[in-house]
């Protein structure tokens, strides 16, 4: 983000707002929809808190203390979905969303790292002095360009499908059972793949942006 305090306050917008879209989600989900949303939503919250410009102006305490604190976070994260990866590799569908939390953890504290060993920088949550490695900062801002526009692709299609599965759910009490008419309809909403694919692309992007001033 090169010292821009304004692209630094969109973002941490931007990907806490993402977090509290993707708690939504979990709510009355299957445990395979409540552990993805509820991985997603930590990465959105981190990403939000690590891009507040404020943290890094090196008062009240330096701005390697937050570096540090975010590499601690991350590798939690990291660890976390690392485990998940191998517990659950034999599910259907399940390896391609946890090896992008996985790259997206890994990725975060690459940037941590970066910005600990990077020393003190200006407002941004990424800023002057760059402690990243060129060829690793590159092949991030491929895969999460790539993954920003194959999420784009698939989009607009799935919202279209979303909207007429959710016109389904909410059309009126003859339409669904008991258990349909008492789940929220904020959650209902938040599960529609366009709404979900819409919130990785958000995360995606932000990462994408904070990646730039590594």
């Not at 590798?75 to 992008?100: K, M, N, Q």
């Not at 002095?129 to 895969?143: D, F, K």
Request: proline share 5%; aromatic share 6%.
């Amino acid at each position: 983000m090169h010292g821009s305090a304004t692209v630094g306050w969109l973002v941490a917008a931007l990907c806490a707002v993402t977090g509290v879209w993707c708690l939504l989600r979990a709510r009355g989900g299957s445990s395979r929809q409540r552990a993805d949303a509820g991985a997603e939503a930590t990465m959105g919250f981190g990403m939000a808190a690590m891009a507040v410009p404020a943290l890094w102006d090196g008062e009240p305490v330096p701005a390697v203390v937050p570096a540090w604190c975010s590499v601690v976070f991350f590798g939690g994260l990291l660890v976390r979905e690392s485990a998940a990866a191998v517990r659950d590799r034999g599910a259907p569908g399940a390896r391609h969303g946890h090896a992008h939390h996985v790259i997206g953890a890994a990725a975060m504290v690459y940037m941590a790292l970066a910005m600990a060993a990077g020393g003190a920088g200006a407002a941004g949550a990424h800023h002057g002095q760059h402690g990243g490695v060129p060829w690793v900062t590159a092949a991030l801002l491929g895969y999460f360009a790539g993954y920003v526009l194959w999420a784009g692709t698939r989009l607009m299609p799935s919202a279209a499908a979303g909207a007429g599965t959710a016109g389904g759910v909410t059309a009126g009490p003859g339409h669904g059972g008991p258990g349909a008419l008492g789940a929220p309809v904020t959650a209902l909403l938040a599960r529609q793949s366009g709404v979900v694919a819409g919130c990785r692309l958000a995360m995606a992007a932000g990462m994408f942006a904070m990646l730039l001033g590594v």
